[in-house]
Every structure is written in structure tokens, then in C-alpha cells.
């Protein structure tokens, strides 16, 4: 910093004097004792001051290299001081032991080598050791202003983006990092509001990458510290983000959610609803009209390690191909609890709503897998016969004709025959009326894949109606006339695409 008299209205010895102040100046003459190299490196920075006296006194506040940096009037500060000195040789200073050459160095701003003595470089602030190579390669603050400037507008974007809720990924970084330490202090509702309070503002500007990876992170941490509540809440949000960003389900987007599910407690009541959020998400932005398979078949396995039948059936029935045997397994433990004779009504369980949403193959894995645990454990009280042909392999027992008849309807449905079907439920209709939940289930199997209309339940009164106004009556149960909706014909699928 100088004094805001301008150099240029001072005298030679005045302007000496503030030569030899300038720290820079100073350490200059402390590196080097040379007088010659002195006298010449003062007397080039009077010329300086002397030429750019005006300028110096319009930046009072700037530094001297700020001032200095134009080139054309540093040539002609060169120019000056060779005429008044008799010419200041790039040549090795004298003094120089051996007559070594001092160390040059590279300015890479400036593009160009520099002698250690030169004044306008040795000015620099930052200048240390001449002699060390680790300042062979130098920043010159000539182009500080440039570089200022550059710095100042970097900045400015960054405010700018900051304000409308865009921040690059270090900030995201630091901003879950702090919200963690909220955690770690135990200050769990601090957490969960600051969370929320930093995730709408991302969410208003629709920086959906930002808002979720905080929702992410932060639930994740209180999850694991055992914050339910709050780690659900959040969680849940996260899913909201998902469906405001119309995001498609994906191996990233699906991660984040089942890494989140993972981390509840079994007893904690917002896993149920975050998983009704996620299914409905994957449902209506994805490609499977009933929900993402893959979140299905999680949520149901972990309903079925905690013998939450129902709630595992829901999903296991809509899982992945991995879901099928999960679901018979946990049929069959629980049918371990019951009367050997109910083996067929829990096999059922899984084999028959397969068949309803048209997935041939669960089905036929289900049953294999319940009867070969059934025949492992009481094989041998029950009778097990084996019976195969060349195209299939059922087993057979005796003391159990529901569970006959759920295997030899996975073979109908496979042969496509509906005069099969009807053989079938004539022979075991006495088995079926006594079990009675069966008889709906099996009628729109008998349409979906037999191509057997379901039978209409007769209403006299609507009768009467439909033949006085010559038609059916819409809605209800319906007359005559009445019509229903097609349901879905599904082609028997060959013997190939069963395993």
C-alpha cells in the first residue's frame, strides 16, 4: 500500500525513500548485498513510480504489481532505466562466484524466463528462496488482476446458483456432513427439520439430484439411529421427490429406496406407508402397472421373515422370479402349524393367485417346492407316488386329493385342453365345494386360460325389466342383456417355458 500523494510531485530523494520502504524492496536488498544490483534495482523502480505516478496515485488502494502489469509501459520502464544508468545488461550480476550464472525462473502467467534480480519480478510478494527449485516455477502476480477478476466471477456464480438452491457437489457434501453431526449429537428433530427446511429449498428450485441425495444420506443416518419416526418421514419425502421428478425406476433410484426399507424396524408404523409410497412411485412411473417387481419381492421378504403372512403374500405374488419360492416356503412353515389334511388350502395360497396374475411359471415353481418340502418331511405317513410322463413329472397323494388336483391343474393350464379342465373339476367338485373359497378364483382361471365363459347369476327382477324394455340392465348383476367385462384370455404356455 502507498501514501495517496502521488510520486510523480516528489523529488528524486523522496521517491528513493519510498523505493527502499516497499517491503518487497526491502527483501530484495536483503537477498542481495550487491550494491551495483541494489543501486540499479532502486533506480529502475524510481523510473517506474516516476511513469506511473499517476496511475499509482488513481490506485491508491491497488498493489504495485496490479499497477505495473501493462507491457508496454513496463518496456519502456526498461528503456528509461537503461538511459539514466547507462543500460542495465541480462547478464550475470557481478559478484557471482565462478562465474556462474544465478538461477533463472519461469513465469508461467507471463509465458516467459526471468532473472532472480529483475525488479519487476522479484517484487513479488510471494517471491521465497531464489535459489530454491521449488520456486523455479512461479504465478506472476502481473496478471494478479486478471486472475482477481476471474477468482471474483467464479464467486459470483456460486452465490448466484446458491441463491436459486444449486449447489455443486461439495456443498452438498458439507450440508448432509452437518446435518450427520446434528445426528451424532443426538439432536434427531433438529436434524429431521433442518433436513426437510434445506430439501424444499432444493425442491422449489428443482434440484432434484441435490434434494435427494440429502434426503438420502440424512434418513439413512437416522435409521440407523434407531429415529424411526424421523428417518421414515424423511424417507417417505425422499419418494415424494422421486414422483415430483418424474423419476423412472432404475437400479439407482430403486437402490436408495430398498437401502432405506432395509434399515426400519419391523414394529416401526411408517415402513408400511413408505412402502405403499414406493410401490404406487414404481407403479406409475414405471413398466409394471402393480408396482417395480424388485420392490415387491423385498418388501415381501421381509414380511415373511417376520411371519407377516399376509402382508408377505401382497408382494411375494407380484415379486421376481426369486419371490415364488420364498412365498412356499413361508406357506409351509405355517401349514406346519395346522392338521397335516390342510396341506393343499396353503399350498393354494400361492399356487392358484400365480395362475391369476398369469405368472405360469411361479406357479408350477410354487408347487414344487411346497410338495418336495411336504414329501421330505411326512413323505413317507403320507404315501408319496411319483408319477411321470414325457412331458411332466407330478407327485401324487394319496390321503390328500386338493393338493392332486392343484398339480394336475398346472398340468391343464400347460396343455391349454379345456375338456381337461372340465374333467378335472367335475371329478373333484365335492373336494371343492367343501373348501368354498375356491370357487371364484378357479372360475376366472377356467376364462383366463381355458377360454370357459364365467356363469352370470340369474336376478329375476332384472330379468322381468330386461325383456319389458328389450335389453339388460346395465350395472348390478345383470340379465340377459347384461354385459361384462372381457377378462384378459391368457395362451397356455408351453411345457419350455415352465422351468
Not at 160 to 172: D, M
Amino acid at each position: 500500500m502507498f501514501n495517496s500523494v502521488s510520486p510523480a510531485t516528489r523529488g528524486d530523494k523522496s521517491l528513493e525513500d519510498d523505493c527502499r520502504r516497499n517491503p518487497d524492496m526491502q527483501l530484495f536488498l536483503q537477498r542481495h548485498p550487491d550494491p551495483d544490483m541494489q543501486r540499479k534495482a532502486i533506480l529502475r523502480d524510481m523510473v517506474a513510480r516516476r511513469t506511473l505516478g499517476e496511475l499509482y496515485h488513481q490506485h491508491n488502494q491497488g498493489s504495485y504489481n496490479v499497477i505495473e502489469k501493462r507491457a508496454n509501459m513496463t518496456q519502456d520502464i526498461d528503456a528509461r532505466a537503461q538511459e539514466l544508468d547507462g543500460g542495465i545488461q541480462q547478464a550475470t550480476p557481478a559478484g557471482n562466484e565462478k562465474g556462474k550464472k544465478k538461477p533463472m525462473h519461469y513465469c508461467r502467467s507471463c509465458e516467459e524466463w526471468f532473472w532472480d534480480w529483475q525488479c519487476r519480478h522479484v517484487k513479488h510478494s510471494h517471491m521465497q528462496d531464489p535459489e530454491d527449485e521449488n520456486d523455479k516455477l512461479l504465478i506472476c502476480p502481473d496478471n494478479l488482476l486478471e486472475a482477481t477478476l476471474v477468482v471474483l466471477a467464479v464467486l459470483a456464480v456460486l452465490a448466484v446458483l446458491a441463491s436459486c438452491g444449486i449447489h455443486t457437489g461439495l456443498q452438498i457434501e458439507k450440508i448432509i456432513a452437518r446435518l450427520q453431526a446434528r445426528i451424532s449429537e443426538g439432536q434427531y428433530y433438529e436434524a429431521q427439520q433442518q433436513t426437510r427446511v434445506v430439501a424444499a429449498r432444493y425442491i422449489k428450485a428443482a434440484n432434484w439430484g441435490a434434494a435427494i441425495d440429502i434426503l438420502y444420506n440424512v434418513s439413512q443416518s437416522l435409521l440407523k439411529a434407531g429415529q424411526g419416526g424421523s428417518g421414515g418421514d424423511l424417507s417417505v419425502l425422499l419418494v415424494d421427490v422421486y414422483k415430483q421428478a418424474e423419476l423412472k425406476p432404475d437400479a439407482t433410484s430403486r437402490g436408495r429406496l430398498l437401502t432405506c426399507l432395509r434399515l426400519f424396524d419391523a414394529e416401526e408404523p411408517t415402513r408400511k406407508k413408505f412402502i405403499g409410497e414406493m410401490i404406487a412411485w414404481s407403479s406409475k412411473h414405471g413398466d409394471y402397472p402393480a408396482g417395480d417387481p424388485e420392490l415387491h419381492h423385498v418388501a415381501g421378504s421381509l414380511y415373511a421373515a417376520e411371519h407377516e403372512t399376509y402382508e408377505a403374500e401382497r408382494h411375494l405374488v407380484l415379486g421376481t422370479r426369486d419371490s415364488a419360492e420364498i412365498l412356499s416356503r413361508m406357506e409351509y412353515e405355517w401349514y406346519k402349524e395346522d392338521d397335516s389334511h390342510t396341506a393343499a388350502l396353503y399350498c393354494a395360497r400361492a399356487v392358484l393367485p400365480y395362475l391369476l396374475v398369469a405368472n405360469v411359471r411361479a406357479a408350477n415353481t410354487s408347487y414344487g417346492v411346497f410338495t418336495s418340502a411336504l414329501s421330505g418331511e411326512k413323505g413317507a405317513g403320507l404315501g408319496v407316488q411319483d408319477v411321470g410322463s414325457g412331458s411332466a413329472d407330478l407327485r401324487i397323494f394319496p390321503s390328500l386329493p386338493l393338493l392332486n388336483f392343484l398339480g394336475m391343474l398346472l398340468l391343464a393350464v400347460q396343455k391349454g385342453s379345456p375338456e381337461l379342465f372340465k374333467q378335472l373339476q367335475s371329478k373333484y367338485a365335492s373336494h371343492i365345494a367343501e373348501v368354498g373359497a375356491w370357487d371364484e378364483a378357479l372360475e376366472m382361471i377356467a376364462e383366463m386360460y381355458f377360454g370357459i365363459q364365467r356363469p352370470r347369476q340369474s336376478n329375476p327382477l332384472f330379468d322381468m325389466m330386461g325383456s319389458l324394455f328389450g335389453g339388460g340392465m346395465p350395472g348390478g348383476a345383470g340379465g340377459a342383456g347384461a354385459r361384462k367385462p372381457p377378462v384378459r384370455r391368457v395362451e397356455a404356455p408351453s411345457a419350455e417355458g415352465l422351468d
